[in-house]
């Protein structure tokens, strides 16, 4: 059975701390995203990978960075968390012909 | 730039009436179109998708959906709904099937019993 994993499904962090999420996929998908989620706002793209070692940004990168040093990991980083950060995070996977396939979430709350 | 919009926010049925979800896109090349589920505490479950061919695609738990090119629409149907498809839905387009991928603002669904 396919799977995307989250670490964890709720976290709760203060202001200025770093957060790490982090995403795992067992499918030896080559590319992972991640969104976040809020209510009446849909998915946004935060950032995106193709490859090890590659990232784009998506379109509301401030605030956040990535990491991709092996294929199947994807972490999502917040140097100084901000309270406009408490959010759903929703991390995917997909390869060509494979088709998309999302993570359970993590809901981050910033205090 | 490309774009999804769902212009319903809320929709109410009764259950064992019929659905239609709205989605309208706007992306300069052929799209490729999802239409996903969010269930209350759940990840998001692929619905169906459109990458070409046969307009009227089929997907799991019963639902259909349309492309038609003239209107920029991929409109969500359902026969007959169940207490159960209350959720929320997305509509989403992306340059190709692997690529990334722009969601609609969603839809929720209530079912009245």
């Known amino acids: 059975d396919v799977k995307v994993t989250q670490s964890s499904r709720y976290l709760v962090k203060r202001t200025g701390e770093k957060v790490f999420l982090e995403c795992v996929q067992d499918?030896?998908?080559?590319?992972m995203f991640w969104y976040r989620q809020d209510p009446g706002l849909g998915l946004r793209l935060i950032y995106f990978?193709?490859?090890?070692?590659?990232?784009e940004k998506g379109d509301i990168p401030e605030g956040y960075s990535v990491s991709r040093e092996k294929k199947e990991r994807f972490s999502l980083i917040l140097e100084s968390a901000s309270t406009n950060q408490t959010s759903m995070y929703l991390c995917?996977?997909?390869?060509?012909?494979?088709?998309?396939?999302f993570g359970p979430g993590t809901r981050l709350t910033v205090l | 730039a490309q774009s999804v919009t769902q212009p319903d926010i809320h929709i109410t049925v009764s259950e064992g009436a019929s659905l239609e979800l709205r989605c309208n896109y706007s992306y300069g090349a052929t799209p490729y179109l999802f239409w996903y589920v969010q269930s209350p505490g759940q990840g998001l479950q692929l619905l169906l998708k459109y990458f070409s061919g046969d307009t009227l695609v089929q997907g799991i738990k019963g639902f259909e959906a349309e492309f038609k090119r003239s209107q920029s629409s991929f409109n969500l149907r359902k026969p007959s709904v169940h207490w159960s498809d209350a959720a929320e839905y997305f509509c989403?387009?992306?340059?190709?099937?692997?690529?990334?991928?722009?969601f609609g603002k969603g839809t929720r669904l209530h079912i009245l019993p």
């Open positions: 499918m030896d998908h080559e590319n």
């Open positions: 990978s193709y490859d090890v070692k590659m990232k």
């Open positions: 995917a996977s997909s390869s060509l012909g494979g088709g998309w396939f």
């Open positions: 989403a387009v992306g340059p190709n099937r692997d690529d990334k991928i722009i």
